[in-house]
Nanobody, 126 residues
Framework: QVQLVESGGGLVQAGDSLGLSCVAS????????MGWFRQAPGKEREFVAA??????YYADSVKGRFTISRDNAKNTVYLQMNSLKFDDTAVYYC?????????????????????WGQGTKVTVSS
């Protein structure tokens, strides 16, 4: 069982930056594919970014503005969000799955992931 705890959400203005963190329990964090998803008010949850042991993947809507990274020694995955827009307002969720599969189609699919955090809210004011 893996527990995920996100932090770092808050209220920012458009154009600002914000960093999210997700700490995972467990001893084999380095083998997990980690993903970030978000759910805006009234919308379905959508893929944001994912990271495997050697690859990163991004939704087109955040490519060039968001950066996903991981520190295996700290069991932590990060999402650095720059040039935030009003449309980035959402609850951001961290997700994890133990897998060696690597493809955008696979890591961007919600059903791929076995474990989810409780979410952290990001509000971007225009």
């Amino acid at each position: 069982q893996v527990q995920l705890v996100e932090s770092g959400g808050g209220l920012v203005q458009a154009g600002d930056s914000l960093g999210l963190s997700c700490v995972a329990s467990g001893r084999t964090f380095s083998s997990y594919t980690m993903g970030w998803f978000r759910q805006a008010p009234g919308k379905e949850r959508e893929f944001v970014a994912a990271i495997t042991s050697g690859n990163t993947y991004y939704a087109d809507s955040v490519k060039g503005r968001f950066t996903i990274s991981r520190d295996n020694a700290k069991n932590t995955v990060y999402l650095q969000m720059n040039s935030l827009k009003f449309d980035d307002t959402a609850v951001y969720y961290c997700a994890a799955v133990s897998t060696s599969m690597r493809s955008y189609a696979y890591v961007s699919r919600q059903s791929t992931y076995d474990y989810w955090g409780q979410g952290t809210k990001v509000t971007v004011s225009s």
